[in-house]
């Protein structure tokens, strides 16, 4: 299988050594309430008044839009398929916990939404999946990518210096580099929303790896959102993580669920309790359930759930 | 530790298994290992032979390695003078006519910065091709195979390897032309392509090396970001690896300082340097480097001035020291660590 990076990239005109503008994100404009002959997936807010929408980091209500979606979605590597017929929607304004024994698909999943998956040759993908109402085929696949940003379990800054890192997804290729002096709000602005902007803000020309893990694993947060995702994906973020910085992350991720839609795999039901609006639940390839939290939790409707995050809530 | 002694004790230990008439029983292998550390049963005569063996060569190696350093800073010491090091070799039968070694002294590191010059770029590309294409890996194989190839051929064979490619009229440029229009195939530029060969090994093995040990996720990362694989290597992995190949580099100057092979062969016989007319003359030109020199002027070679040999051998010899202490800074600092 051919990966698209290999392609040479043509037409980065004048207009691509310009850095995008961060979307402002004014709530009440995000969310045209469509009602009527709109043909799409159902409106996750029709219906719903604002304040029975998702809440934000300070009970404030949050409006929830749909971003990604798939669609009978499969992932098999060779023979073995590890993501079965998953249809799941992926929405701005709420955090979507994916939970599930180790193994049974979620990493995948997660990794298809961005293309990342394409990087393994034997993976093959059947269904669909849409971003903003396009499938994400019909993307060039590094547009995709700054449009659906990723975390790690492992931190992993780059070696250079703490502003560099941030500003890593902003700078072209080719010959014309944008200046420091463009560059610096959005770096900054980044690393505000990140939460790490007191930490570091005098000593950004420090070398990113000196940092202690958790300010790395936000450094790799505010890198992602400096090049303006609607949504970010984060494998077992805080995995490596001591719970200080977790609860700092957590926090952080919350912080940021109006602005960008998140997607979190977690090995821990606790945390996803914490910060979920949503969670799915995968066991072995299946979307066994997807629900709010507090149902996913409460009152799962499935055995295999009640089983799984049973053993979890005690 | 005692274990490594075991093995390397010479002669293979008789004991119960090893007889097939042996009546006694034959120990399970879990036992056997236990017994290398056990201080009941073990420590043969074997065992301990090898054990004095391997303290033996172990201090005498020491000792060698001391011997040299000492004889040649001795030797050095008494006959370097500084002036030595500024002035031109000059032909003489007295001794005290022949001038110091500048040129030698030049030649050495003019000629190890052009082979450099070309082993890195050369063997970076090639590093980074087979870690991150390498595809068909048969193609790959290949490519190692050639690389181990080029590691293995005696530097006197690559030298006269060099001459007859060099010495090809399409090749002229590189080189002196003589008025029928021979060409001389023996210049800096010549020899540089030859000892570029040398540290080529060196510099693929170790950016490989430093390739392999970042994670993928940090190349995902890049990818993730919206990078496509060539910026990702030139702004991630590239940076990433620098201490590897400046490690690579640096072992490399120090194969190419000592090599004598190809500076006999392919550098001309003048102790002088003597550029060619014209553009890149110097490059073009003939010299010396301080393994020929000491080579020409030692008791074995022709000229008779075995003082300044020695002379220049110690100040050889501390230039090869100084790359080596360069190569473990190296590995010491600078290395991007990710858990
Ligand atoms: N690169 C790969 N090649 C082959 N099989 C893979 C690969 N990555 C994951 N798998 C398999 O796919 C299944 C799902 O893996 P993964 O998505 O990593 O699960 P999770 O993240 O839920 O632990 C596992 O059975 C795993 O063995
Ligand atoms: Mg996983």
Redesign the pocket.
């Known amino acids: 299988m051919e990966l698209k990076e290999d392609q040479p990239q043509n037409g980065s005109g004048p207009a691509a050594d310009v850095p995008p503008l961060r979307r402002i994100v004014v709530e009440s404009e995000t969310v045209p309430i469509r009602v009527g002959d709109y043909a799409g997936p159902p409106d996750p807010n029709y219906g719903r008044e604002p304040w029975q929408v998702g809440a934000g980091s300070e009970g404030e209500p949050v409006w929830v839009e749909e971003r990604m979606r798939t669609e009978d979605l499969s992932i098999a590597?060779?023979d073995?398929r590890?993501?079965k017929d998953v249809t799941i929607e992926v929405n701005s304004g709420e955090v979507l916990a994916l939970i599930?024994?180790?193994?049974?698909?979620?990493?995948?999943?997660l990794r298809s939404l961005n293309r990342l998956v394409e990087l393994?040759p034997?993976?093959k993908r059947t269904g669909r999946i849409i971003l903003d109402d396009q499938s994400v085929d019909d993307f060039d696949v590094t547009q995709l990518r700054s449009r659906v940003g990723m975390l790690f379990q492992q931190p992993n800054p780059f070696p250079m210096s703490i502003f560099d890192n941030v500003a890593y997804g902003l700078r072209e290729r080719g010959s014309k580099k944008p200046r420091k002096k463009i560059l610096e709000p959005i770096v900054v602005d980044a690393l505000e929303r990140a939460g790490l902007w007191d930490e570091v803000s005098s000593n950004l020309s420090h070398p990113a790896l000196a940092l202690s893990g958790g300010q790395q694993q936000r450094l790799c947060i505010a890198r992602s959102l400096a090049v303006s995702p609607e949504v970010l994906l984060l494998?077992e973020p805080c995995s490596a993580l001591d719970p200080i910085s977790t609860s700092i992350i957590e926090d952080t991720i919350v912080e940021l669920k109006s602005e960008v839609a998140i997607v979190i795999?977690t090995h821990n039901l606790q945390q996803a309790a914490r910060i979920a609006d949503r969670v799915a639940f995968?066991y072995l390839?299946d979307m066994v359930e997807q629900g709010a939290a507090g149902q996913v939790f409460g009152a799962p409707r499935e055995e295999r759930t009640q089983d799984y995050v049973g053993g979890g809530f005690g | 530790m005692s274990i490594d002694v075991r093995t390397a004790a010479p002669g293979p230990r008789p004991g119960p298994g090893s007889d097939p008439t042996d009546p006694r029983p034959k120990p399970k292998p879990s036992m056997s290992a236990a017994a290398g550390i056990s201080h009941e049963t073990g420590w043969s005569v074997g065992d301990r032979v090898g054990l004095v063996a391997a303290w033996v060569c172990g201090i005498s190696l020491c000792v060698v390695a001391a011997s040299i350093v000492l004889f040649m800073a001795w030797k050095g010491i008494q006959f370097l003078h500084l002036d030595m090091l500024t002035t031109s070799p000059e032909a003489s039968l007295d001794q005290s006519k022949t001038g110091g070694f500048l040129d030698p002294l030049v030649g050495t590191l003019l000629l190890t910065v052009i082979g450099i010059a070309f082993a890195v770029p050369t063997g970076v590309a090639i590093a980074v091709w087979l870690t991150e294409y390498g595809r068909p890996s048969g193609l790959a194989r290949l490519v190692e195979s050639g690389v181990e190839i080029v590691a293995g051929t005696p530097s006197i064979v690559l030298a006269i390897f060099g001459l007859l490619v060099f010495q090809q009229s399409f090749m002229g440029i590189f080189s002196f032309t003589a008025e029928g229009g021979a060409v001389f195939g023996r210049s800096f530029l010549t020899a540089g392509a030859m000892m570029a060969l040398i540290a080529l090994p060196l510099v693929i093995g170790s950016t490989r090396e430093a390739l392999n040990t970042i994670p993928r996720h940090v190349r995902e990362a890049s990818y993730a970001l919206g990078k496509d694989k060539a910026s990702t290597i030139r702004r991630v992995l590239l940076p990433s690896a620098r201490s590897g190949i400046a490690t690579g580099a640096t072992l490399g100057m120090g194969r190419i300082c000592g090599d004598t092979a190809i500076v006999v062969i392919l550098l001309g016989a003048s102790m002088q340097t003597t550029p060619e007319s014209g553009f890149l003359g110097l490059f073009r030109g003939t010299g010396s480097t301080l393994t020929s020199y000491v080579y020409n002027n030692s008791p074995a070679g022709e000229g008779n001035a075995p003082d300044k040999a020695y002379a220049a051998a110690f100040v050889l010899l501390m230039i090869v020291i100084l790359l080596n202490f360069v190569v473990s800074l190296i590995g010491k600092r600078n290395k991007p660590q990710w858990n």
């Open positions: 590597y060779g073995k590890a993501v599930g024994p180790s193994g049974c698909g979620k990493t995948t999943l393994t034997a993976a494998d795999v995968m390839g």
